[in-house]
T-cell receptor, first 118, second 115 residues
Framework: GENVEQHPSTLSVQEGDSAVIKCTYS??????FPWYKQELGKRPQLIID?????GEKKDQRIAVTLNKTAKHFSLHITETQPEDSAVYFC?????????????????FGTGTRLQVTL | DTAVSQTPKYLVTQMGNDKSIKCEQN?????MYWYKQDSKKFLKIMFS???????INETVPNRFSPKSPDKAHLNLHINSLELGDSAVYFC??????????????FGEGSRLTVL
């Protein structure tokens, strides 16, 4: 099955600096790579995603890059703010047609706790 | 509110007991999931249902039994609770169209503590 590794496990940056989180995946057939943000005590929420036919995607201060050959993808947050402090999860998935149904089996990375200090 | 809602939010119980967690989504999604998040924050899929049919069943003890009475509801029943079952259980749903993976919408989580 798919295995997703994520680094670093913790990251502390000063407000205004950039933060980079990296993930690798094992199944070359995976085709969808979302990033989820989980604030303390809250639910994970999607912040950005990228599909395997695209190498880079940007949304304001957040960008994600994908290298299919190397099987790794990264999250970049620029001009970090205190409200960016959270646990970030990368994930990889391949939609499976199983029997009569289709499901998205997201395999999550182990999470990165980002702390943005003033 | 349109959302994925799960109850109870907190559950404290003794080892050996049986408990259930309920989940409902009114987003019109056709696929629902149960994820387990342990104390180290690892998020691991347990089950997935598509239109009431079990699609994904990871290596989970058979003490865990999901039930989907309709595509808007997915419940999780746990028998003979063990200390290691303590975790936050997240329900989620998505709209999967063909082979296109949809965004996962998570519920608020149910924190289960087994004493």
């Amino acid at each position: 099955g798919e295995n997703v590794e994520q680094h670093p496990s913790t990251l502390s940056v000063q407000e205004g600096d950039s933060a980079v989180i990296k993930c690798t995946y094992s199944d070359s057939a995976s085709n969808y790579f979302p990033w989820y943000k989980q604030e303390l005590g809250k639910r994970p929420q999607l912040i950005i995603d990228i599909r395997s036919n695209v190498g880079e995607k940007k949304d304001q201060r957040i960008a994600v890059t994908l290298n299919k050959t190397a099987k790794h993808f990264s999250l970049h947050i620029t001009e970090t703010q205190p409200e960016d402090s959270a646990v970030y999860f990368c994930a990889a998935s391949l939609s499976n047609q199983i029997n009569t149904g289709t499901a998205s089996k997201l395999t999550f990375g182990t999470g990165t706790r980002l702390q943005v200090t003033l | 509110d349109t959302a994925v809602s799960q109850t109870p939010k907190y559950l404290v119980t003794q080892m050996g007991n049986d408990k259930s967690i309920k989940c409902e989504q009114n987003l019109g999604h056709d696929t629902m999931y149960w994820y387990k998040q342990d104390s180290k924050k690892f998020l691991k899929i347990m089950f997935s249902y598509n239109n009431k049919e079990l699609i994904i069943n990871e290596t989970v003890p058979n003490r865990f039994s999901p039930k989907s009475p309709d595509k808007a509801h997915l419940n999780l029943h746990i028998n003979s609770l063990e200390l290691g079952d303590s975790a936050v259980y997240f329900c989620a749903s998505s709209l999967v169209s063909g082979t296109d993976t949809g965004e996962l919408f998570f519920g608020e989580g149910s924190r289960l503590t087994v004493l």
